[in-house]
């Protein structure tokens, strides 16, 4: 693997010793093309040095993929559920401030010094232990950073400098690039056994879907509340996540696929869910609620998707979303599209309906600002919104942590892409807590959403080698 320049350290030369003079600690970065590096290589080489300091994510049309490894800087907030959005985009612009960023290739999406990270689903909840490390909100620049984007490779090298390094500072800098380059090694297929698969209180769970389904009938404004459940696997010793991974590029490559670490915890998914991205002023932002299984063969299959296109039930459940997401894209953009009629998105154990909605952002907004105003949408959290969390934190007993809160990237110019962190698990030692939910409303019934719940479980079981049963 070799960087395709490297000069560019050296012009930061005289940059580099006016900042020390001023004796101020500020970042510096650097971007190069680069021959092509296998992400998951990246992602895996890279462990023994940088383990709790990694980050993967790859976007639902695989055609920007970001590997980050090491902290350059954590940016944390423990704000409320409105007011930490704002301390994150406060703190990265004032480590952007007084920045020296060398990038020739600002126009790539995903390159130059970007925060990858995550926002809890709801920070007014019950808390606890397991995800405490990852706050309210946690996000990192990385040290170095791979980004692919189409059949092109960049490296973005992030430092935070002091006035105190010593002189052979950028020599250093450029060795250990080298070597973050060099340790890619191809992931090997390495399943860790599992020891069991235990499941909390599904007739509780069912008892809070018949109380959800009662207080929608009793409330005139109340319409949905969207409630999850989660599954505890222990593991004969702590699990290859790489190998988990690697199964989730296979077997859900059509999905966003994320895995962000701390310390010893890793946050990891495959989401077929888009929260929102925006390049410039192109904003998109997707509709993913109401579903039905897939069918064992092609006429199946055709049959439950005509089925899931004429169902009231699913159709009013997405309506809700696509109202929701629509009003907020309206308040914040120009020239929004919404199509008339929901497609069907088809993945490997479940198909969804899908609506895609489309605008103009007016000046000076940032993909956080789209964040804010989005999550949670209705096919997370509920309608009303703050009605819909406040019903959760009543009836669903658990602390969701990152699971169905937003996950992604902001870059320093404000643009980023975020999905609805579904589909997926906390990995903690030797133990994983996977999670799934579904959208209850006036009609749903406790068995039905129970089993739809287990069919969403299916890909992060099938990727830790879990039995699924059909």
């Known amino acids: 693997m070799s ?6 350290p050296v012009q930061l030369m005289s940059k580099l010793e006016n900042r020390k003079r001023k004796n101020q600690a500020m970042l510096f970065s650097i971007t190069e093309e680069m021959d092509f590096i296998d992400p998951l290589a990246f992602y895996y080489g890279n462990d023994s040095v940088y383990s709790g300091e990694r980050f993967f994510w790859k976007d639902s049309e695989s055609d920007t993929i970001i590997v980050g490894v090491g902290n350059a800087a954590v940016l944390r907030s423990e704000k409320g559920i409105k007011e930490r959005y704002k301390e994150i985009e406060d703190k990265w612009n004032h480590l952007l401030k007084e920045a020296v960023i060398e990038n020739a290739h600002k126009e790539v999406m995903g390159t130059g010094p970007l925060l990858f990270g995550g926002f809890s689903f709801d920070p007014g909840t019950i808390k606890e232990e397991k995800w405490a490390p990852f706050s309210s909100a946690y996000f990192v620049l990385p040290s170095f950073m791979v980004t692919i984007k ?4 960049y490296l973005t090298s992030n430092v935070i400098h002091t006035a105190h390094e010593e002189d052979d500072f950028l020599e250093k800098w450029i060795s250990q690039k080298e070597k973050v ?8 297929e390495r399943m860790t056994a599992i020891v069991n698969v235990a499941e909390h209180g599904s007739n509780e769970w069912k008892q809070a879907v018949h109380k959800a389904v009662e207080q929608i009938h009793c409330n005139e404004t109340l319409k949905k509340v969207v409630l999850a459940r989660m599954l505890t696997v222990q593991f004969q010793e702590r699990p290859f996540l790489e190998a988990v991974l690697k199964r989730l590029w296979e077997e859900q490559h059509e999905s966003f696929l994320f895995a962000l670490e701390t310390m010893n915890r890793c946050f990891l998914g495959a989401s077929p869910e888009r929260l929102v991205q925006k390049w410039h002023e192109n904003v998109l932002s997707t509709c993913l609620a109401g579903s039905i299984r897939r069918g064992k063969d092609l006429k199946e299959d055709q049959r439950l998707g005509q089925e899931l296109m004429g169902d009231r039930k699913n159709r009013k459940e997405h309506q809700l979303v696509v109202d929701m997401i629509g009003s907020v894209i309206n308040s914040l953009c120009e020239n929004v599209q919404i199509p008339e009629q929901p497609e069907l ?7 969804h309906l899908f609506t895609p909605v489309v605008g103009k952002a007016r000046r000076n907004m940032s993909v956080l600002q789209f964040v804010e105003r989005l999550h949670p949408t209705p096919a997370l959290g509920g309608l009303p919104q703050q009605e819909g969390i406040e019903k959760i934190r009543q009836l669903e007993g658990i602390d969701r942590g990152l699971y169905g809160g937003p996950i992604g990237w902001i870059d320093g110019d404000g643009n980023g892409e975020f999905a609805v962190a579904i589909r ?44 699924i049963h059909e």
């Open 150 to 153: 189409k059949d092109r490779t």
């Open 345 to 351: 998105l088809k993945l490997s154990d479940i198909q």
């Open 424 to 467: 997926s698990g906390l990995f903690h030692d030797a133990q994983a807590y996977l999670y799934a939910g579904c959208g209850i409303v006036a009609d749903s019934e406790a068995e039905s959403e129970y089993i739809e719940t287990s069919i969403k479980f299916r890909p992060m079981l099938r990727a830790i080698g879990g039995d």
């Open 181 to 188: 380059i060099r340790n890619a090694k191809e992931v090997p």
């Open 3 to 8: 960087i395709k320049s490297h000069h560019l």
